[in-house]
């Protein structure tokens, strides 16, 4: 298996700290989701968000490419939940919103289903996370 690309982040300080890529591009502050007055920081779940929904965009408009439709105006929202159980279980629940203007609803489903099994995101988080997928076509 051959690696394309590799990207590298330190964390310091956890969820209260840091984050850094190490090209630099990525420097920001995190702090715990919701917490009050705090709007200036990010958190590991809207980064996760970020590069969920970019990475399905792109496998997206792939699917519809190979399946010779060329459509302008595709998005994808991701929404990452973080969820607790009990005092030492948390899980991540993630829902996908594919918006894929113009198409038929039986093709867009057929284009997100072929994203789904391109975007490597979503092959990491098969079986392991909750997800459900939500197709819009107006």
């Given amino acids: 298996m051959e690696i394309k690309y590799r990207a590298e982040a330190t964390a310091v300080g956890g969820r209260e700290g840091h984050v850094t890529s190490s090209d630099g591009v990525l420097d920001m502050d995190l702090r715990l989701p919701g917490k009050d007055g705090e709007t200036a920081?990010?958190?590991?779940?809207?980064?996760?968000?970020?590069?969920?929904?970019?990475?399905?965009?792109?496998?997206?408009?792939?699917?519809?490419?190979?399946?010779?439709?060329?459509?302008?105006?595709?998005?994808?929202?991701?929404?990452?939940?973080?969820?607790?159980?009990?005092?030492?279980?948390?899980?991540?629940?993630?829902?996908?919103?594919?918006?894929?203007?113009?198409?038929?609803?039986?093709?867009?489903?057929?284009m997100v289903t072929a994203a789904e099994n391109l975007c490597p995101y979503s092959k990491a988080t098969r079986n392991n996370v909750n997800t459900e997928v939500k197709v819009e076509t107006a």
């Fill in 41 to 110: 920081a990010t958190n590991p779940e809207q980064l996760f968000a970020a590069g969920y929904a970019a990475c399905f965009c792109s496998a997206l408009n792939r699917a519809a490419l190979e399946m010779r439709h060329r459509i302008e105006g595709i998005s994808v929202t991701v929404s990452v939940g973080l969820g607790q159980n009990d005092p030492k279980d948390y899980f991540l629940d993630v829902e996908i919103t594919a918006r894929i203007p113009g198409v038929e609803p039986e093709l867009a489903r057929e």
